[in-house]
C-alpha cells in the first residue's frame, strides 16, 4: 500500500514539474515573440537606412521564424495564439526586407554584390539535432589581441561564396584563408567570424574546408571538431563576461556568441538568465537593443562631417553601424538572430532534461 502510495505521489510531482515547465516555457515564449514584435517594428522604421550587417541578423531571424512556424505543435490554445503572432511576424518582416535589401543595393552596390547570397533567409539553415560544448577543449592560454583582419574574412567570405568575381567559382579555400581561420587561441571578434566562416561554408555547400592542410596535428580534424572548440571557447568567454559584469564593451559579443553557436546547434548557449539578459538590452521605446544615446550627438556631427567630405571613399562598415538615435545596427541583428534561436530550441521535442530551463 505505502509503495502504490509512493508511486502516486511521484507521478503527480513528475506531472506538476512537467506542467510547470510547460508554464514557464510559454511564458518566455511569450517575452520573446513581443521582443520581436517590436524589433520588426524598429526594421520596418529604419529598412532604408541600416546596414548589411543588420539586415543579415534579421534574415536569419526570419529563416528561425519560418522553421518555428513550420513545427509548431498544436496542443493547446496558448500555443496556437503563438503561432499565431509568429505568422504576423514573419509576414510583417517580409514586407520590411524588399526596401531594406534594395537600399543595401544603392547605398553599396560592390558590398551587396559581395554578400549578396547572404541576404536571402534561404540561405540559413536551423539546427535540427544538438550538441553541448566541452570544457575539455578551452584553450590553455588566449591571445591579448584580435587575430581578426576584417579585409581578409571578407575576402575568405567571397571566396566560399562565389562571389570574388563575377560568376565566380564558390568554396574556394586558399592557404591564408585556412591558416587564419583555424588558428587556435583567438579572442572575441576573431573566434566568432572563425566559427562564422565555417557555417558559412557549411550553408554554401561547401564540402571539403579542410582539403589541403597537411598540418601532422590537424590530420583528423574536421569541420564539426573546429565548431565544437570554437563554441566552447566563446561558451568561456560567455561564462567569464557573467562573471565580471555585462557592460557597453563586452555586451556585443556576448550576445553574438549565443547567436552563431545556436547556429551551428550548441544548444547549451540558450540559457534562462542569458536570454533575460539580451531581453533587458532592448529599448522599449524604439525596439532596438544597445542603444546609446550618450553617442547620439556624436554620430550626427561624425555623418554630417563625412557627408562634407565626398572625395573620400566612403565604405558601409559590415560590423557595425550607430543609428542618430542611438541604436546600433549589428546589436540588433544579433539580439533578434539570437532571440530566434532560443524560440526554436524552446520549440524542438529534445529530452525535457536537456533544456536549458535552469
Avoid at 524589433?39 to 522553421?67: M, T, Y
Wanted: net charge negative.
Amino acid at each position: 500500500m505505502m509503495r502504490t502510495v509512493g508511486l502516486l505521489s511521484a507521478a503527480v510531482l513528475a506531472l506538476l514539474l512537467a506542467t510547470a515547465v510547460r508554464c514557464s516555457r510559454a511564458e518566455m515564449i511569450d517575452e520573446i515573440l513581443n521582443s520581436l514584435s517590436k524589433g520588426a517594428a524598429f526594421l520596418e522604421r529604419q529598412r532604408e537606412h541600416i546596414n548589411l550587417d543588420g539586415v543579415v541578423g534579421f534574415l536569419v531571424l526570419q529563416a528561425e521564424l519560418k522553421e518555428a512556424v513550420r513545427t509548431w505543435p498544436h496542443t493547446d490554445m496558448v500555443s496556437w495564439s503563438q503561432r499565431t503572432t509568429a505568422v504576423a511576424l514573419v509576414q510583417h518582416l517580409d514586407q520590411s526586407f524588399e526596401k531594406a535589401v534594395l537600399a543595401l543595393q544603392q547605398n553599396d552596390p560592390q558590398y551587396y554584390r559581395e554578400f549578396e547570397p547572404l541576404l536571402s533567409w534561404t540561405f540559413w539553415t536551423v539546427p535540427q539535432e544538438w550538441s553541448a560544448t566541452d570544457p575539455s577543449l578551452v584553450y590553455s592560454t588566449t591571445l591579448s589581441t584580435e587575430c581578426y583582419d576584417e579585409q581578409l574574412s571578407d575576402k575568405c567570405l567571397t571566396l566560399l561564396l562565389g562571389t570574388w568575381k563575377i560568376n565566380g567559382t564558390p568554396c574556394i579555400v586558399t592557404k591564408p584563408c585556412r591558416d587564419t581561420m583555424t588558428r587556435f587561441g583567438c579572442p572575441h571578434y576573431s573566434l566568432s567570424h572563425q566559427l562564422l566562416y565555417f557555417i558559412i561554408g557549411k550553408m554554401r555547400g561547401c564540402t571539403n574546408l579542410l582539403k589541403g592542410d597537411t598540418r601532422a596535428s590537424r590530420i583528423n580534424m574536421t569541420e564539426k571538431n573546429y565548431e565544437k572548440i570554437f563554441c566552447s571557447n566563446m561558451m568561456k568567454t560567455n561564462e567569464d563576461i557573467v562573471q565580471n559584469g555585462l557592460n557597453q564593451q563586452n555586451v556585443d559579443i556576448f550576445v553574438e556568441n549565443i547567436l552563431i553557436c545556436g547556429l551551428a546547434g550548441f544548444s547549451d548557449f540558450f540559457k534562462t538568465d542569458w536570454l533575460q539578459h539580451i531581453l533587458r538590452l532592448q529599448d522599449d521605446e524604439l525596439g532596438c537593443f544597445g542603444r546609446d544615446q550618450n553617442i547620439m550627438s556624436q554620430m550626427i556631427g561624425d555623418e554630417l562631417l563625412e557627408q562634407l567630405q565626398p572625395q573620400l571613399q566612403r565604405r558601409v562598415k559590415r560590423r557595425e553601424k550607430v543609428l542618430p538615435d542611438g541604436c546600433s545596427s549589428h546589436m540588433t541583428a544579433v539580439a533578434v538572430g539570437a532571440l530566434g534561436g532560443y524560440l526554436n530550441y524552446f520549440l524542438t521535442e529534445q529530452d525535457i532534461t536537456k533544456r536549458p530551463l535552469s
